[in-house]
């Protein structure tokens, strides 16, 4: 309990990804401008990380990495099993599951949920090019530090997004205030926010010492 | 065909001006060796990816070509990792980690492969992939330049003062938001300058289109 406890602040506050990882930029500086549509593109990440997290999980651990269980199973005889097929194969899989994940969320939520659809479903498609969803991933198996099970990895995944949240809703509140500002011309719009960002990183650089 | 190759240096420089592939550029920055590495492997794919995508290009039906043109980048993306992995230093390697395979969703790669290379021949996309490269490696090495001196004191891995004492803050990821923030300042006030001079001309601006590459 008190693992996933140091899983959970630890991908919001101290590892956030895109304040201390660089993960996610090209959303968070596009659609940060406004409060509403900053929260649903959070919403959306954080929803696909999650279930991308729980999906590339069981990938790796089934198919992709040395000694896994469908490796053994398939190619029991040979050498396939014991270097694994993941320096091969990872990040093909990865991007293209992703991309499938995106699609199939997207056209359960057009017809099952289409009041949320509206709300979130534009930024969808664009969640596929994402380094965030990516990154999470690799971060959660080949990348990990230590080995994290399923449940703590789909938390980590789901914790990030909400970090990712969490961030694009800070900005977004900076950026409505900086809109009703006179800002010198060539800092307008990008600059300036990657300016406030750098100044948000700091304060969240408080965090880092603990853990 | 010598434009296409020089467009990406410095006008339509997809960090600075295109605003497109921002991650791995404050991500892998903190020392110039890192960015030169990262820049050289991402000229590599968009370069191969740009060749193979113009290639085929009649061949890949429209509804599907954006999952086709995935594939075909990470590809490229698995070969190189697996060069540098073999032939770069292990710290080197630590450092990029995760922004290697991630070059895979950098938007530059999938931009010019669907704003240039399946519309363009052969040579022109190698030669515009190579452009757009080297921009992405010119606008890296300028921030790494830029953070290595002000926060570890060293051009290169080489201590050049020894009464500088280095500013932490730059290495850390407050300085690379600031750092990138100011030189994407610099890189528009040049732009507007440029405009009011040439009134004339009345230039397009370029901001509404590179939003559209990374929305």
């Given amino acids: 309990m008190g693992n996933l406890f140091t899983i959970i602040i630890g991908a919001i506050f101290i590892n956030n990804v895109v304040l201390a990882r660089f993960l996610g930029l090209c959303p968070f500086i596009n659609s940060s401008d406004k409060t509403d549509k900053a929260f649903s593109m959070g919403a959306a990440v954080t929803f696909v990380m999650t279930m991308a997290s729980f999906v590339t999980y069981l990938i790796f651990t089934y198919l992709l990495k040395p000694e896994a269980w469908l490796l053994v199973k398939l190619f029991g005889g040979t050498k396939i099993p014991q270097i694994g097929l993941q320096a091969v194969l990872q990040t093909a899989v990865y991007i293209l599951v992703i991309a499938a994940l995106v699609q199939l969320v997207e056209i359960f939520m057009r017809k099952s949920m289409p009041a949320l659809y509206r709300s979130m479903g534009i930024f969808l498609p664009l969640i596929t090019t994402n380094c965030v969803v990516m990154g999470v991933a690799l971060l959660n198996t080949s990348y990990a530090r230590v080995e994290l099970s399923l449940l703590e990895a789909v938390i980590q995944g789901f914790s990030a997004g909400i970090g990712f949240t969490l961030a694009m809703l800070l900005m977004s509140g900076v950026r409505e205030r900086i809109g009703l500002l006179n800002v010198p011309e060539p800092l307008r719009g990008a600059p300036i926010a990657f300016i406030c960002t750098g100044l948000m990183a700091l304060a969240f650089l408080g965090f880092a010492g603990m853990g | ?215």
């Avoid at chain 2, 020392?31 to 290639?55: E, F, H, P, R, W």
């Avoid at chain 2, 500013?167 to 528009?188: E, K």
């Avoid at chain 2, 230039?203 to 590459?213: I, L, N, T």
């Fill in chain 2, 1 to 215: 065909m010598l434009r296409e190759l020089t467009k990406g240096f410095f006008k339509r420089n997809p960090i600075f001006v295109l605003m497109v592939g921002l991650c791995p550029t404050l991500a892998t920055t903190t020392a110039m060796k890192d960015a030169l590495a990262m820049g050289m492997a991402v000229v590599a794919v968009v370069t191969c990816s740009n060749a193979i995508i113009s290639l085929v290009r009649s061949v890949i039906p429209k509804g599907v070509r954006i999952p086709c043109y995935i594939v075909i980048i990470a590809a490229f993306v698995t070969i190189v990792e697996m060069l540098m992995k073999y032939f770069l230093p292990l710290e080197v390697n630590e450092k990029l980690s995760i922004f290697i395979p991630l070059i895979v969703v950098n938007c530059i790669i999938l931009y010019r492969a669907e704003d240039f290379a399946q519309k363009n021949g052969v040579l022109a996309s190698v030669f515009d992939g190579i452009g757009m490269g080297g921009g992405f490696t010119l606008a890296v090495l300028t921030v790494s330049t830029i953070r290595e001196v002000l926060g570890n004191g060293t051009f290169l891995g080489l201590r050049f003062s020894t009464s500088y004492t280095p500013m932490a803050v730059m290495t850390l990821a407050p300085g690379a938001f600031i750092v990138l923030g100011l030189l994407l300042a610099f890189f528009r006030w040049r732009a507007l300058r440029k405009t009011r001079m040439a009134p004339a001309q009345a230039s397009v601006p370029e901001m509404p289109e590179a939003q559209e590459a990374t929305a």
